[in-house]
């Protein structure tokens, strides 16, 4: 089996895994998972924050945005075309569905990637060796290959493996937090 079907049968078999908890388990998990980013150094000194607002499956951040909105500055990525691109939200910032179901920002894309303080990246699954398995379109890998504010992915614990499927085109985290463990290089 090559990689890429590596990485797409690991996908199938962590969707399996999600859909095994309610939607009340996740969000309580994610919690948890929130709770342990909240009190790094590296969350706690960081300003800029690049995060995601959630997929029904993954760590929901939306409540834990809210939460901190007024002591750290927060941007949401934009799918356009074959990229991403980041823009602020604060609760009352407009919001449109795009094309994944996902609730995005309007508004000017920023773009000042050296004022980034640190980058909250969702994903698949990841390793004790900070890899990281998207959803297997590339959006963030392209992109975290141009900014180099620290990365920390964030994930339930089932979604922390000993080791996946990784090629040279995956970006490794410099962080990895769940509802059990943090990791750091």
């Given at each position: 089996?090559n990689?890429?079907?590596?990485?797409?049968?690991?996908?199938?078999?962590?969707s399996?895994?999600?859909k095994?908890?309610s939607?009340d388990d996740?969000?309580n998990?994610?919690?948890?998972?929130?709770?342990?980013?909240?009190i790094?150094?590296?969350?706690?000194q960081?300003?800029?924050?690049?995060?995601?607002?959630?997929m029904?499956?993954?760590?929901?951040?939306?409540?834990?945005?809210?939460?901190?909105?007024?002591?750290?500055?927060f941007y949401?990525p934009?799918v356009?075309?074959?990229d991403?691109?980041?823009?602020?939200?604060?609760?009352?910032?407009?919001?449109k569905?795009?094309?994944?179901?996902?609730?995005?920002?309007?508004?000017d894309n920023?773009?000042d990637?050296?004022?980034?303080d640190?980058?909250?990246v969702?994903?698949?699954a990841?390793?004790?060796?900070?890899?990281r398995?998207?959803r297997?379109r590339?959006y963030?890998?392209r992109?975290?290959?141009?900014?180099?504010?620290?990365?920390?992915g964030?994930?339930?614990?089932?979604?922390?493996?000993?080791?996946?499927?990784?090629d040279?085109?995956?970006?490794k985290m410099?962080y990895?937090?769940?509802?059990?463990?943090?990791?750091?290089k």
């Amino acid at each position: 089996m090559n990689i890429a079907q590596q990485k797409e049968k690991l996908r199938k078999e962590i969707s399996l895994l999600k859909k095994q908890y309610s939607a009340d388990d996740l969000y309580n998990r994610s919690e948890e998972v929130l709770s342990v980013l909240e009190i790094t150094g590296a969350f706690q000194q960081a300003k800029t924050i690049f995060i995601y607002n959630s997929m029904g499956d993954e760590v929901q951040t939306l409540d834990f945005i809210n939460r901190w909105s007024a002591e750290k500055n927060f941007y949401l990525p934009v799918v356009v075309k074959d990229d991403i691109v980041f823009r602020k939200y604060v609760q009352d910032t407009a919001l449109k569905q795009s094309s994944y179901g996902i609730m995005e920002p309007l508004g000017d894309n920023f773009t000042d990637y050296k004022k980034v303080d640190l980058i909250i990246v969702p994903g698949v699954a990841f390793d004790r060796k900070m890899g990281r398995l998207g959803r297997g379109r590339g959006y963030y890998d392209r992109f975290l290959s141009l900014v180099s504010a620290p990365k920390m992915g964030i994930c339930f614990e089932f979604q922390l493996l000993d080791t996946i499927p990784v090629d040279t085109n995956d970006i490794k985290m410099d962080y990895i937090v769940s509802e059990n463990e943090f990791i750091w290089k």
